[in-house]
């Protein structure tokens, strides 16, 4: 970085009252960390879902029992991967915990991934054991005879409720509302079974560090294949303490706090917000769905959250809401954005309906995921806000130059928060991390003369869809296997409701290929939201001379 990027960046952090670095060495893992929290905040709330809080001390016993059943249960080894597939649940957070208390390592899993991409996943990172909610294991149980997965764990949404609260509720959602799909897993295991064979045999503490792999976080990429992004036990404690210095700028108190988390935990945003509220005492509210925006209008009039984590599009929909509206939010201390840009309407209509202003964000999974962040005691909105400490930023010209001031290019990171690389992928560590360590983002930002981060351009190929990030070689690879399509090529339209949208541009050979069949054909093969919106036919989409499609040009015609 230029001298006069680092002065402005280094005075606008004493100016707020936020440290520059930050030091991990208190903490030798992220297991130590939350087990701090398991043992000094025992009598508090720590989670909640579907009507149902666990304590600290329930977190911790239940974590421990799925830890004891991993090492002596099914005898994985140190490092062996576990995947965990299942939405909002407190279940998840005893699973998490008890995976890498045992010293394994957590493979986060979408719950709404295709066959294929479920496949790939399980493969890739060589699970052994995978935990998937009754709800979506109608896709596991048709993929799992094609993976080296062992052992499969099955929970159904209310398991840790007490009884007969738990029959009743996991009975309705079955049999009543029809929400769990017929499967077939042979061998599958009962989560309450597992519980209690691992309560029986203490789990034996493992000797970790800083630089043993804790995480692998699948993010897509340039090529369409989904990557193991390689997360540390050293990159999560750095990440949840540079997020701790944010928070002290913010009128909120962590212990007994809630927070309310409708954004899903298996994303890296949600997951790292979860064990900032673990080191601090806080309690955390799950919303299962945040589809469902009744549900997340109940849980924030029944819990009156402190703290929101939220994102541009959830922002919009619930203020737009009657009984949202009519809310009280005198509790609401701090709301933060992330996942996709922040517009100013969406945060000024935010602010006018609940008081409370919002603090955007901006991070990646490679990178656990925060980078910078807006203060409470600065929030400039159109901006993502200054460097969290101990972060790098260098605003990097084509030629790989350093710029300075006000200046555009593309943003390269380097800290502790910074992935290790990706899983079983040098090649492609290579092209994102340098010599040095810096991590190039692939996004064009510049930093202004007070410090301040914007974003001006995205990575010129990525889509965001509702918060997820959608790669266009992705989509154009399934589509291209249609006996009737001859090329084609996906770019992101801006739209209300998802903050983008896709268009797949198709040259056809058979002129009797609809819209409709190729948007079914693709719903076979990507989750629902990789599916485009809508579908142009062309009789030949542009290319530079060497004959790669210019997915730019194509964004300018439209």
Known sequence: MTETVRSAIAAQLSALGIPADITTDGYPSIVALFEEALATYRGESACSSVGHTLSYADLDGLSAAFAGWLQHGVGLDRGDRV?????????????????????????????????????????????????????????????????????????????????????????LVKYVKRMVPAFSIPGALKLNDVLRQGAKTPYQAVILNRDDLAMLQYTGGTTGVAKGAMLTHGNLIANVLQSDTFFTTHDISGQGSTILQPLPVYHIYAFTASMYALRVGAHTAFVPNPRDLPSVVKAFDEHRPALFCGLNTLFVALCNDDRFRALDFSNLKVTLSGGMALTHDAAGRWQEVTGCRVSE??????????????????????????????????IRNDDGNPLGLDEAGELCVRGPQVMAGYWQR?????????????????????????????????????????????????????????????????????????????????????????????????????????????????????????????????????
């Open 361 to 394: 964000g901006y991070g990646l999974t490679e990178t656990s995921p925060t980078v910078s962040a807006n203060p409470g005691n600065g929030v400039q909105i159109g901006t993502i806000g200054v460097p969290v400490p101990g972060t790098e930023i260098q």
């Open 83 to 171: 995947a965990i597939q299942m939405p909002n649940l407190i279940q998840y957070l005893v699973v998490c915990l008890g995976a890498l208390r045992a010293g394994m390592v957590v493979v986060n899993t979408n719950p709404l991934y295709t066959e294929r991409e479920l496949e790939h996943q399980l493969n890739d990172a060589g699970v052994k054991v995978m935990v998937v909610q009754a709800n979506v294991a109608q896709t596991a149980a048709a993929v799992l005879p094609r993976t080296g997965v062992e052992t499969v764990v099955v929970t159904e949404i209310a398991d840790l409720h007490p009884q007969p609260k738990r029959a009743l509720i996991n009975f």
């Open 426 to 558: 040098p090649e492609a560590t290579a092209e994102v991390i340098d010599a040095d360590g810096w991590f190039a983002t692939g996004d064009i930002a510049l930093v202004q003369p007070d410090g301040y981060l914007r974003i001006v351009d995205r990575k010129k190929d990525m889509i965001v869809v509702s918060g997820f990030n959608v790669y266009p070689n992705e989509l154009e690879d399934v589509l291209v296997a249609h006996p009737d399509v001859v090329e084609c090529a996906a770019i992101g339209l801006r739209s209300e409701s998802t903050g983008e949208a896709i268009r797949m541009f198709v040259v056809r050979s058979n002129p009797a290929l609809t819209e409709d069949a190729v948007r079914e054909f693709m719903r076979e093969g990507l989750t629902g939201y990789k599916v485009p919106k809508s579908v142009i036919f062309k009789e030949e989409l542009p290319k530079t001379a060497v004959g790669k499609i210019l997915r730019r040009e194509l964004r300018d015609l439209d």
